[in-house]
Every structure is written in structure tokens, then in C-alpha cells.
């Protein structure tokens, strides 16, 4: 990507879905003077194209929303210049897009409302919820309430190498105990019979001896026996899948986690669920204000065709 598309592509992320029309309507109360500039300054016109006109007030907002790495890149006149230029380029794009009809598509009007909701729901939710607002009182009432919670059991890695046939397993294992870490990766990649392990070169990441879907349980509890990084266990483990060799290529220790270590983790969740409530309120009050009406019978009457998916999908 040449440096000159990449400025403009950083001029569309502030001036997507945004008319000037909208800005006027969600600021009419402004206080001036503002960046600098008096009303009449920054109702005075910049640049026009074609019937679109941009004001000096606008283009000083848009470089105001601007990162402040890139609001010192452009403090020079020369570099205002080119910022200015940029966004002349970014309009004539956008003017002759609109010309071709491409803001009628129903992906263009998609995304439109997808970045309005978003900023419905930065306004009316993420605003109202802080992380600096929620209290150590309620960060320490949700940790006495269950501390185990945020404790973190004993977790393995292992690397796995899954074949159908039994005979060719057995083969393979013997080769597998002869192999190191990298070695028996390569390994996977060659031999395993599973799309993912090969890809991954077997790599089944960390998993408690709990896990509940991945990897399978029997595969769990044959990598808990193995005592040392790079031991691979020694039978071929049988599951519905086929026969899986494993090697065991790491270890965690079980975690007890005290308040402090827990405290940053708790703020978070609670954060969550309060931008959760917030949103949940909001819904529930705009059912109350706009009438909705679903008719759910006809979902019957949707056929979608289904198409089945590529091996490694």
C-alpha cells in the first residue's frame, strides 16, 4: 500500500457515513470560539466539490479527531496542506462512488446503519459506564463472594498426531519416540490424518484436565500422566476420531489468585455487565417508545440452500 493511499484510507476512518448535515445536526449548541476559530470563520468554505462544500470548522474537526501522533504530524502548514489534500482526494472518491450508485447498494446502506448504531450505543452505554467509576467496594464484594473463581487449575500442552488406521499408528508412534519437540511437530505435519494438526503441526495449545470439548477426554487424561516436557505417552490413545499420538510440550502450575492479582479481571467483568444492563435498558425502553410488530410464523417460509463446506473450514 503506497503511503499516499494509506493517508487517505486514515481520512475515511473519520469521515465514513458522516455529512455534513449530521454534524450540523448533532451540534447546534456549540461554543465558540472553537479550535481557534469564531463561528464565521469556520462556516467559511474550504473546499467544493462538485455540490459538496467543506467548511474550514470541518476540516479543523477532522483533524481534531485525529490521534495526537497525527495531530503533531500535521501541526506545520505544509502538512496541514497535504492533510487538506488528502481529504479533497478522499471526496472525489466518495462523490463518484455516490455518482456510480454505490450508496444505494444494500451493503453500503448495511454498514451505514451498523455505524450509526454504533455510535447510538458508544453514546448511550459505553459513555455511561466507566472503568474508573466502579469501586473497590464492589470489586471486593464480587471477589469474597467466590474467590475460587478467579483461581486457575493445573494446564498442559500438548501436541497430538491423529491416525485412522491402528497398525499405521503404532507405526508412527514408534517413530514418535525417538522425536523431539520440533521433530515430532514435523511429524504431525507429515503424517496426522487431521487437517488442523497437520496445519498446527498437532499443537493442542493449553488445556485444564476439565476441558469440556477440545481435545477429546481420553487425550486429556493421557497427556496428565506425562511427567516431563517432551515425553510422549506410550501407547496410541483410541477415540471415535481414529488413534492419537501424544506428546506432552508444556506445563502450568495451578494458579491460586489473591485479591489484588484478581481486582484488574473483576473490574473488567463488572464493566461488562453493567454496559450489559445499560444496553438491555435501553432496548427495553425504546420497545416502549417505538411499536414493534414480529411475525415469527413467517420464518417458516425461509428456505436458505446450505452449502457444505471445504475440507479445513
Not at 451540534?27 to 464565521?40: F, I, Q, V, Y
Request: net charge neutral; charged share 35%.
Amino acid at each position: 500500500m503506497t503511503r499516499k493511499i494509506a493517508l487517505i484510507l486514515v481520512i475515511a476512518l473519520t469521515v465514513v457515513g458522516c455529512s455534513k448535515e449530521d454534524e450540523q445536526a448533532s451540534a447546534p449548541d456549540e461554543e465558540w470560539p472553537k479550535h481557534g476559530l469564531t463561528e464565521a470563520q469556520a462556516n467559511e468554505v474550504l473546499v467544493k466539490i462538485g455540490e459538496r462544500t467543506i467548511t474550514v470548522g470541518e476540516f479543523a474537526d477532522r483533524l481534531a479527531s485525529q490521534s495526537p501522533y497525527l495531530q503533531a504530524r500535521f501541526e506545520s502548514p505544509e502538512r496541514r496542506r497535504e492533510f487538506l489534500d488528502n481529504l479533497v482526494r478522499f471526496e472525489l472518491l466518495v462523490y463518484e462512488a455516490k455518482r456510480r450508485g454505490y450508496a444505494d447498494k444494500p451493503e453500503i446502506q448495511r454498514a451505514r446503519r451498523t455505524a450509526i448504531t454504533q455510535q447510538l450505543i458508544k453514546k448511550e452505554v459505553d459513555a455511561k459506564v466507566k472503568l474508573a467509576e466502579i469501586t473497590d467496594e464492589e470489586i471486593q464484594a464480587v471477589y469474597d463472594a467466590n474467590p475460587h473463581e478467579y483461581d486457575r487449575s493445573a494446564q498442559v500442552r500438548a501436541s497430538d498426531i491423529l491416525i485412522k488406521d491402528r497398525a499405521k499408528a503404532e507405526k508412527v508412534l514408534a517413530q514418535a519416540q525417538k522425536s523431539d519437540i520440533n521433530q515430532f511437530r514435523k511429524l504431525a505435519r507429515e503424517k496426522s490424518e487431521n487437517e488442523a494438526n497437520r496445519k498446527d503441526g498437532g499443537d493442542l495449545q493449553f488445556f485444564a484436565a476439565d476441558a469440556e470439548a477440545h481435545p477429546p477426554k481420553a487425550v486429556r487424561d493421557a497427556a496428565f500422566t506425562l511427567k516431563r516436557v517432551g515425553e510422549v505417552f506410550p501407547n496410541v490413545i483410541k477415540t471415535p476420531e481414529g488413534y492419537h499420538i501424544v506428546m506432552l510440550t508444556g506445563k502450568r502450575a495451578a494458579l491460586k489468585r489473591t485479591y489484588e492479582q484478581a481486582k484488574r479481571a473483576i473490574r473488567h467483568k463488572l464493566a461488562r455487565e453493567k454496559k450489559e444492563a445499560a444496553m438491555e435498558a435501553l432496548l427495553e425502553r425504546l420497545r416502549k417508545d417505538i411499536e414493534v410488530e414480529v411475525d415469527y410464523d413467517a420464518l417458516a417460509d425461509v428456505r436458505v440452500d446450505i452449502t457444505e463446506p471445504t475440507q479445513g473450514q
